[in-house]
């Protein structure tokens, strides 16, 4: 099991789905974690998928065609319990193979992809769920280790000269273009792996919530090894 003895007031551990889905959230505690040990060869199943894109999105036919040794067949059985789970708790997780992601340089000192931290916003009450199967994991920065990267005078000067618009507008532009979403690491932080097969649920900024939104980021991948990780 990977080692998440590095922790924080933020994350609450639980050995079971039922526990990880009723948890609430409270205090600052943002994310909770299913610790889990998983069986099963799912490298085989990266490997077995011929990925022509920079991503794309496993379905469960695809799952069930894959010719597999007893080991991958294994890991399947997880990846589709896990996709049931979901299901059944009423979110729509998708299973994805991942080489890299669309990186964003619209704004040189203000990228907005997901390499960038940042927090998840929605409308209405829920939650985000991820579990890394195979490749690099993603990270979650602890909230008082991070800062809204529009709250550093310097990108918020960059940011203005973008807008040009009325000071009472701006504030408005920012949420608009998602920029409040993201954050920076500030001096000495020290990001959290989530690990490999751990199944995560994390805080998301809604009209309802009780916590912080929960700061997270997607990592940079290895040369050659592609990523399958599940979420919704």
Request: glycine residues 4%.
């Amino acid at each position: 099991m990977t080692d998440l003895s590095h922790t924080a007031n933020q994350i609450h551990y639980v050995t079971n789905f039922q526990d990880l889905i009723s948890t609430p959230f409270h205090g600052e505690m943002n994310a909770i974690c299913w610790t889990r040990n998983l069986i099963g060869d799912f490298s085989e199943i990266a490997n077995k998928i011929e990925l022509k894109e920079n991503m794309v999105v496993l379905d469960q036919d695809e799952l069930f065609e894959l010719q597999l040794s007893e080991q991958g067949q294994l890991a399947r059985d997880i990846l589709l319990n896990d996709l049931k789970l979901l299901k059944a708790h009423g979110a729509s997780p998708v299973l994805n193979l991942i080489k890299c992601y669309e990186r964003d340089d619209t704004y040189s000192f203000f990228p907005t992809d997901v390499y960038s931290f940042h927090v998840d916003r929605s409308p209405v009450p829920t939650d985000t769920f991820l579990c890394t199967y195979y490749g690099e994991s993603s990270e979650i920065l602890p909230n008082s280790q991070a800062i809204q990267k529009v709250l550093v005078p310097e990108i918020r000067d960059e940011l203005k000269k973008i807008y040009r618009g009325e000071e009472e507008g701006f504030e408005s532009f920012v949420s608009e273009h998602f920029f409040d979403l993201h954050y920076l690491p500030k001096p000495q932080a020290q990001p959290i792996s989530l690990g490999i097969g751990h199944l995560w649920r994390l805080a998301v900024d809604h009209p309802e919530s009780v916590v912080l939104p929960c700061v997270h980021r997607a990592p940079k991948e290895k040369n050659g090894q592609n990523r399958l990780l599940m979420i919704c």
